[in-house]
């Protein structure tokens, strides 16, 4: 299994980004994933993921005003759609795949979650 981040970049405040992460090599319906973010001296934090089993999904209470994740089944590919883009929300966001239920669960990094690439999003005039 491999997943493909893109779509980062510089953007000045209140501007919007469409991440994307395509995964290959899974399973049709049988896996999750989820946007996650991190900044340097700072915890991992998830910020949203969904199942591509029932399309349930999770999202930070943080970021929900502003942030919405979605899925295309067909593309095997979750998208984090962000608005409103805050100086704060400046990370280096990698998705990631669990299973079906994860946002059952928070979608909590366990020892299985699969990390993909990350892309590089900043927020600055």
């Known amino acids: 299994v491999q997943l493909q981040a893109s779509g980062g970049g510089l953007v000045q405040p209140g501007g919007s980004l469409k991440l994307s992460c395509a995964a290959s090599?899974?399973?049709?319906?049988?896996?999750?994933i989820a946007w996650f973010r991190q900044t340097p001296g700072k915890e991992r934090e998830g910020v949203a993921c969904?199942?591509?089993?029932?399309?349930?999904?999770f999202t930070l209470y943080s970021v929900s005003d502003r942030f919405t994740i979605s899925k295309d089944d067909a593309k095997n590919t979750a998208y984090l759609q962000m608005h409103r883009l805050k100086p704060e929300d400046t990370a280096v966001y990698y998705c990631?795949?669990?299973?079906?239920?994860?946002?059952?669960?928070?979608?909590?990094?366990?020892?299985?979650?699969?990390r993909g690439q990350g892309t590089l999003v900043t927020v600055s005039s």
């Open positions: 090599g899974v399973t049709p319906n049988s896996y999750s």
């Open positions: 969904i199942s591509f089993s029932d399309g349930s999904t």
């Open positions: 990631a795949a669990d299973s079906p239920n994860w946002p059952r669960v928070g979608c909590r990094w366990r020892t299985e979650t699969l």
